[in-house]
């Protein structure tokens, strides 16, 4: 093992919470003192109801490239969606790297266990034996969650070895939100049950919300009711009553993880399982020990610091979220959001985006159902983040730096270079509900780990990029749009409605000050004899190459569309029959040579008359076409067909 060059890609969710938080700070203690660079795939998921959310937030571990890391910190617990937690652990296996799992033990992993179980088990035969409760309520967690199950079961063998009956109506299934807490009081005070002596909790933020709601319907803690949480957090310790509670060694299974992957990289043998005990810290909630927790001074300071963060904070995400609002551009998006990097103290700030990430704008705009996938694509990435991935915006030791494209497989560029000091990345999703646009790398940020609201910064960003997305995409449709309705779609160039409102403003002007306007009238031989012969996939061919001349023959201003049909106008301002005559010239001299460039089984000709005039007012633009139209058809009338066409075995 290269004691500088060691890499640990960690996998968790939802870092803001404190069992996550701690968790992490003994992983990064760690990580500091051996000089070990890690690269932790952050998700925020399952905080609503919303699955499709989950889904483009638990992308982010199919980003982690395993193959290149020397090793894989797993915080599966923080992961609710078993079908992404088996596809990750798979992935690991697959690249050979030693695993640690923390709080489940993985087969052929390494794993690190809190036993909350025998934790849970005191807690409840303290209000049985210490307090002599028999009605003991409780509120769980997520019945596939693995702390929550483990919890849940010694709350019942505890009251089957006291003989104390299990009452389904005595037992809440929450999600471990606060919310839970607050439901969980309704769900028990309507209940025809005696009321509880007790409310044993699996976590603390269901256990501070269960005091509220007690405490609004008047009712005492721990005078008439005791309350307990689990996991022993800063609210819950320095709450009112402080929380009788389970410290969890936090801090030190994560220094373990760490440990364990350095000690296997070393040749090492350490233990594939370790478990770690905790601790019951019995408090005011249930009226064990009434002296407070904190010194009050202590409590002042830490308090004031943390509400300045947090205004600080709310500052930084309302001006964020209100400067991206106004973006239309990827350009404008871009320059807005660099004003904020600074404030995410950090070393390095990468803005990654998948290379379709606009998904919606389509090269082919012939496709025929441009229109219907543009407003609603069915192929946008909701997994993996494609072949290649654009840096819009770089940010490394102060200074706004310019990145190339880089295959995504690589996550960042120069990511395992040598030369790179150690430090701390987290690699963050990009999406708007299962949309996948990109990603965020922040690297030596306190800011992910100390914020609650560096998430809804990176919702922010993430909304306001799939807001320029849509502009983008809107914008693209609006020109189609405008196209179909002023562009002929075989020819290519002005339609009937594209040809008015073009030649309005220089009509108009030649109107006003009486300048002269010319009006070519052309129309093209025999355009029915090459559909009748040739059949009209040829026929629509030579009418795009007619429309193909005109563009190349009207270089001065001149502004040509189709009529309709084989018809085709010029219309040029302030124009002198020396230039008309030069025009017309021009477009047969076009026509022959795509003749014989092309090899056509016919030729391509047209018979064409021009009409030069002053325009008066109450002129129309078409009663002037009108005048070109008869002397086109005098001037064809004169003319034969025959004379233009080649037909292949027979005398024209």
Known sequence: MSENLTHIAVIVSTIDEEYQSGILSGIRQYAFANKITLEMFVAFGNIGSDKNHDIGEYNIFSLANFKRFDGVILLINTIQSADCLEEVLQRVRNAGIPAVCIDRDVKGLYSIKIDDEAAMRAMVEHFIEHHGCTRINYISGPENNIDSMQRLKAYKTVLREHNLPIEPERIYKGQFTSKDGAAAIQKFMNSPLESPEVIVCANDNMAISAVNALMMRGIRVPEDIMVSGFDNIYNARNYAPAMTSVERPLERVGQLACQKIVSHLRGEKPERSTTLETRCCFSQSCGCNMSPIMDTDEFKKRNYSILESFINDSSLTSRLASSLTDCESLEDYVRHLKRFIPEFRCQEFYLCLCDSWKQGIMADETEENYLLHILSPQHYITRGYGKNILVPLAYKDGEFIDIPNFPTKDMLPNLFDESNPVGNYYFLPLHFRERCMGYCVIKDSEFPNSSKLFHNCMIDIANS????????????????????????????????????????????????????????????????????????????????????????????????????????????????????????????????????????????????????????????????????????????????????????????
């Open 465 to 652: 990029l799939e807001s320029v997305r849509k502009i983008i995409c809107l914008d693209r449709v609006t020109q189609k749009l405008n196209n179909l309705y002023t562009i002929d779609p075989l020819a290519n160039i002005n339609n009937r409605n594209g040809f008015r409102i073009s030649t309005q403003h220089p009509f108009n002007e030649c109107i006003e000050k009486q300048k002269p306007v010319m009006i070519m009238f052309l129309d093209m031989d025999g355009l029915k004899y090459i559909n009748d012969t040739f059949g009209h996939k040829a026929g629509d061919n030579a009418i795009f190459s007619m429309a193909e001349v005109l563009r190349n023959a009207c270089t001065d201003g001149e502004i040509c569309c189709r009529f309709g049909g084989d018809e085709f106008i010029v219309f040029a301002s302030d124009y002198t029959d020396q230039k008309a005559k030069k025009l017309s010239a021009k477009i047969q001299d076009l026509l022959a040579k795509m003749n014989t460039q092309k090899s056509l089984p016919y030729h391509l000709a047209t018979s064409l008359g021009y009409h030069i005039t002053i325009p008066q007012e109450g002129t129309t633009l078409f009663q002037l076409v009108t005048v070109a139209d008869n002397i086109m058809y005098e001037q064809k009338k004169r003319r034969k067909s025959s004379r233009y066409l080649k037909r292949t075995g027979e005398e024209a």
